[in-house]
């Protein structure tokens, strides 16, 4: 049997966690003094009135490598085979933690370890992949195979309202430049080789900014695999999310269209009322 986790960075819904069997393992949420596990105990929301009330940014931590032992031991136990994904080693030590983790369990032949090189559903969408070749009966070798091959295809972006979270958090490169007129600039922020960079820069409100940004993909989403593609926001409101899947739907290509609301990690780094369309591209 071949079991698939994933941290918490993900950002798949508890329904879609569900329907793939997919178990999560928490990174953690640092307030001040105080640390919370993510999508445990706290919630993005209380994220921001933190962050507004203090007027610091929150900061974000890996999973401890005692605590990927603790973790993992548990389906080792069962005799399972374990499939692990985490966020980008570039930006995260959670990668490297849960391989010294396998190593010091004795158990690298049984638990692989995935470097997405991606976030949120970037993450996600080769979670789903993973899950699906479980449950067909495929060995973790060889959904390690097809994943590898998949993980130059995710297309990960997402357009900020605020560049304050990722300039504080210094998560991406390229930002400073844009600072001095901050307050009126909304980048697109994409995935690649695992690290994100800021590109088109929109002006304007943000509900027209995100449209023109799911828009100006209009291209690569008409040739992306069928199967899914995800909105995933970080608190934007229901009539932007709606102008967004309402513009999917009328390509009419995508077997679904997943909404799912950013976790407490990747909000901590790209504020409220970010939003992004990712999707697998043609092979």
């Not at 819904?13 to 949420?29: E, Q």
């Not at 995710?154 to 390229?174: E, I, K, M, Q, W």
């Not at 449209?211 to 593609?229: G, I, K, T």
């Amino acid at each position: 049997m071949v079991k698939i986790i994933s941290d918490s960075t993900c950002d798949l819904s508890p329904d879609l966690l569900k329907r793939y069997d997919v178990d999560i393992l928490p990174l953690h949420i640092v307030l001040g003094d105080q640390e919370y596990e993510d999508g445990q105990n706290i919630t993005p929301d209380e994220i921001y009135r933190w962050s507004d009330a203090h007027r610091a940014s929150p900061k974000t931590a890996a999973i401890s490598i005692q605590e990927a032992e603790s973790f993992l031991r548990p389906y080792l136990a069962q005799g399972c085979e374990v499939v692990c994904f985490t966020i980008s080693g570039s930006m995260s030590s959670t990668c490297s933690n849960l391989q010294l983790a396998a190593e010091q369990l004795s158990a690298e032949g049984r638990v692989i370890v995935i470097d997405s090189q991606n976030l949120s559903t970037g993450v996600g969408l080769l979670v789903i992949e993973a899950a699906v070749m479980a449950r067909e009966g495929k060995s973790a070798d060889e959904i390690k195979a097809r994943i590898e091959a998949l993980r130059p295809l995710v297309r990960a972006s997402f357009v900020v309202d605020t560049l304050t979270f990722l300039h504080r958090g210094g998560r991406c490169t390229g930002l400073a430049a844009m600072m001095g007129g901050a307050l009126k600039l909304h980048p697109r922020i994409a995935v690649a080789d695992g690290k994100m960079a800021p590109g088109r820069k929109y002006r304007g409100r943000m509900d027209n900014v995100i449209l023109n940004y799911a828009r100006d993909m209009e291209n690569e989403l008409r040739s992306a695999r069928r199967e899914r593609v995800f909105i995933t926001h970080s608190g934007c409101t229901q009539e932007v999310i709606a102008s967004v899947q309402s513009y999917l739907e009328s390509l009419n290509h995508f077997d679904e269209i997943l909404i799912t609301r950013a976790g407490g990690v990747i909000s901590s780094h790209c504020g409220p009322g970010t939003l992004g369309v990712l999707f697998i591209a043609g092979e």
